[in-house]
């Protein structure tokens, strides 16, 4: 579908996303072939934090026997979701496992053996969700342990609480997908459209009614398009049509193209009467109130000139890379880097026994063309191409100078916490600058900064807390002690004012006994 025709089928006003650029897509790549179901493996690794939030707390032993969508570690705290077994078998350890993460990091893992047999814990299915209050709705959500599938992983039931007190006037559903090579949401939208719909209109009915149900996706995806609004054509949901651009399916920058409001700087959306839901999250949602399903598959990408097999696959979360990789031709040999996500935003894998979670779209097993070491960078000619390409309207090179300079104070000054790391900047650098890492080092120093603040600050307050407990038992020491003193100096006064009084008392004359 082309730009034009996209702008001529919508009803409503685009507007144009500021900054940005065009990568290589890659996309038709992993669309060639149909979706289907990846084999189970072995060992099932649970990360116990799967999310943006407190890690899940394990509720299981070693030994014990779980079935599929059994609850096997449940929230621990307001910001976190449980985890539940993607398959039957026995829980064989509770231990640190290597994890997707940037620094190659462990982390604790529920590991079950499958039994192969895939045993189903009972569901409570719900025929109806319009009986329920919004409470209800919620933890149900919750108790599916469903995060974002499309970004950081953010706890659904908290983003769909997290309303002010105005009413959310408009819902979006995210079917961007800007990334390189991922078309994990593109499939999901061609196969699953009827449930993406009847998910959008679960939501609104949580959210009492948005005045306006949106689903933004670029015209890249013609199929999804067409699925999308054949499902969507009874009812009030408008599928938004624009032009393809990155990073278009930024939170932020999709609510500027769909409203045109911004959302300011350390604000949420919600304060502009605004929800915004990924087109996975949403049928997740959808089948966890319909059917009781907890989250325990999602659809990933696999792509790149390092396996034979370029498709999408519906693959059980904990599911090791090694065992996704192995079902699809991977060649080590030919393998220049492993990439979770997306190459402008993705994590470059370390170890391939990490297992995907919940957030994992994407394995990408990039060739030396496609992934080729980065140049030696230059510096930088103050060419303003970084400034012209970041959507969020930030000025980089400032921002590098900042960074280099470690001036923390100025980086917060301009609004470092805005960026979104896309790469952009990067991406069309002539100097080859590694900008985003430098962004990435200045704000993992500034959390660091905080933490340490906050710490300080927290000891702080236990001292003077301390400090003042202290001062009060010794004051009301003294007050004690005063009062002994000053009932002691009364009893004495009393008993010299009564020895003193029997001293200057009269004789008293006796008579005489006859």
């Not at 108790?143 to 819902?171: D, E, H, N, V």
């Not at 624009?242 to 409203?259: A, M, N, R, V």
């Not at 933490?451 to 301390?466: G, H, I, M, N």
Request: hydrophobic letters at 40%.
């Amino acid at each position: 579908m082309s730009q034009s025709s996209s702008r001529v089928d919508n009803q409503r006003k685009i507007w144009p996303l500021p900054g940005g650029i065009h990568p290589p897509e890659h996309k038709q790549r992993s669309l060639q072939k149909p979706l289907v179901d990846l084999s189970l493996p072995a060992q099932i690794v649970l990360p116990l934090s799967q999310h943006i939030g407190a890690p899940a707390k394990a509720v299981v032993s070693v030994g014990d026997r779980v079935l599929t969508g059994q609850v096997i570690a449940e929230a621990a705290g307001a910001v976190s979701v449980p985890v539940h077994a993607a398959t039957s078998g026995t829980v064989v350890a509770i231990e640190e496992r290597p994890v997707i993460h940037p620094s190659g990091m462990s982390a604790p893992c529920v590991v079950i053996e499958s039994d192969g047999r895939d045993q189903w814990v009972e569901l409570m299915p719900c025929e109806d969700y319009t009986k329920l209050d919004a409470q209800a709705l919620l933890e149900k959500i919750r108790a599916a342990g469903i995060a974002g599938m499309g970004g950081a992983g953010f706890p659904a039931a908290i983003k769909l609480s997290s309303a002010p007190a105005q009413k959310i006037s408009t819902l979006i559903i995210n079917g961007t997908e800007c990334e390189p090579y991922i078309t994990a949401d593109d499939l999901l939208m061609q196969t699953r459209a009827e449930e993406v719909i009847a998910g959008t209109q679960l939501l609104a009915h949580l959210l009492d009614s948005p005045k306006e149900v949106l689903i933004g996706i670029e015209d890249n995806k013609p199929a999804a398009i067409e699925a999308l609004r054949q499902a969507a054509k009874d009812t009030t949901i408008e599928v938004v049509v624009f032009p393809t651009k990155y990073p278009s399916g930024g939170e932020k920058q999709l609510i500027h193209i769909l409203t045109g409001k911004e959302v300011p700087s350390g604000g949420l959306p919600a304060q502009l009467g605004i929800v915004c839901q990924n087109v996975g999250t949403t049928v997740a949602i959808y089948r966890a109130v319909r059917y009781g399903e907890p989250l325990i598959a999602r659809i990933t990408t696999v792509a790149g000139d390092a396996v034979t097999t370029e498709r999408n696959v519906r693959v059980r979360l904990g599911t090791p890379v090694r065992h996704l990789l192995a079902e699809h031709g991977y060649d080590n040999t030919k393998a220049a880097r492993l990439v979770i996500g997306g190459p402008m935003m993705g994590v470059t894998l370390t170890d391939i026994d990490a297992p995907l979670i919940k957030t994992s779209n994407s394995v990408l097993a990039l060739g030396a063309q496609e992934s080729p070491l980065p140049p030696p960078s230059q510096a930088c000619i103050r060419c303003g191409m970084c400034a012209e390409a970041c959507p969020t309207n930030l000025m980089p090179q400032q921002l590098y100078w900042y960074a280099q300079a470690q001036d923390y104070e100025r980086l917060q000054a301009h609004n470092l916490a805005d960026c979104i790391e896309c790469g952009a900047c990067s991406f069309v650098c002539p100097s080859k600058i590694p900008l985003v890492q430098y962004y990435r080092a200045s704000k993992g120093a500034l959390r660091q900064q905080q933490q340490d603040k906050l710490k300080s600050d927290q000891s702080r307050a236990r001292f003077e807390a301390r400090k003042a407990r202290i001062e009060r038992e010794e004051a009301e020491k003294e007050a004690k002690r005063l009062a002994r003193k000053a009932a002691a100096d009364a009893k004495k006064r009393a008993a010299q004012a009564a020895q003193t009084a029997a001293v200057n008392a009269p004789a008293v004359e006796l008579e005489p006994v006859e």
